[in-house]
């Protein structure tokens, strides 16, 4: 049996990669891997416990003893479960987004991670979105986007994401916490955020999320056609 084909999007926060690829994983009927929301689980479980966020042994110590599952949910959602509870909505918490690039930037916690997304990945029929897909992960992959937007435009977003969920942070605190995790996610050492080779590059700047889906959708199925 040939597996199903891996579609990989990348790009920075509020760029809206997360919408598109679980729409265009529902438009093409395959599974969608949130990859951001593991590293978010391993912050939220940090964040819980006091750990040291700077300490590389001790994020990655941690992982392993830490269990995160993607389950079936309401509508067609994807829940996060983190060792056995269901943590969707507090790992999108503004202490999780603060934190979360810091976890990630240590090679040792990137490594595990890219193990186990691989392995995902290797299965077939996925899209995975994140920051390393394209590069790092799964550089082979069929297909490859990188999503981007405006700097202003991308904190407009995650301003107004974060006030619907109830957590009343400014513009000012918001443009201050995606420009940090912007220069760690850029800056860091192992799989930086970066543009992969060959990967279609979309800027959501002043796109609404269902022309931007058009548009991925139909670069999908003409990728896809000469897939054998």
């Not at 819980?48 to 110590?61: L, V």
């Not at 599952?69 to 309401?74: A, C, D, M, S, V």
């Not at 995606?178 to 796109?207: C, F, H, W, Y």
Request: with cysteine.
């Amino acid at each position: 049996m040939t597996k199903g084909p891996v579609i990989a999007i990348d790009g920075p926060a509020g760029a809206g990669k997360s919408t598109i690829a679980r729409l265009l994983a529902k438009e093409l009927d395959l599974v969608y891997v949130d990859t951001g929301a593991m590293y978010r689980a391993l912050t939220l479980k940090a964040l819980e416990e006091g750990r040291d966020f700077t300490d590389e042994g001790d994020m990655a110590g941690l992982l392993e003893c830490t269990k995160v599952e993607f389950r079936p949910g309401l509508a067609g959602q994807a829940e996060i479960w983190l060792d056995g509870r269901e943590v969707s909505q507090d790992i999108r918490s503004p202490s999780v987004n603060r934190w979360v690039s810091q976890v990630a930037m240590h090679p040792a916690v990137r490594r595990q991670m890219a193990r186990l997304q691989r392995e995902i990945a290797l299965k077939g029929g996925v899209v995975l979105d994140g920051r390393d897909i394209g590069t790092y992960v799964a550089p082979e992959a069929d297909v490859k986007f990188f999503l981007t937007a405006d700097f202003a435009e991308r904190v407009r977003r995650r301003h107004k994401e974060l006030n619907e969920k109830g957590f009343d942070l400014s513009l000012e605190e918001v443009s201050s916490e995606m420009a940090q995790r912007d220069q760690i996610d850029s800056g860091r050492a192992l799989a930086p955020l970066r543009q992969a080779p060959g990967a279609v590059l979309v800027d959501t700047t002043n796109l609404g999320v269902e022309e931007v889906l058009h548009l991925v959708l139909a670069r999908s199925r003409e990728a896809l056609s000469h897939v054998v």
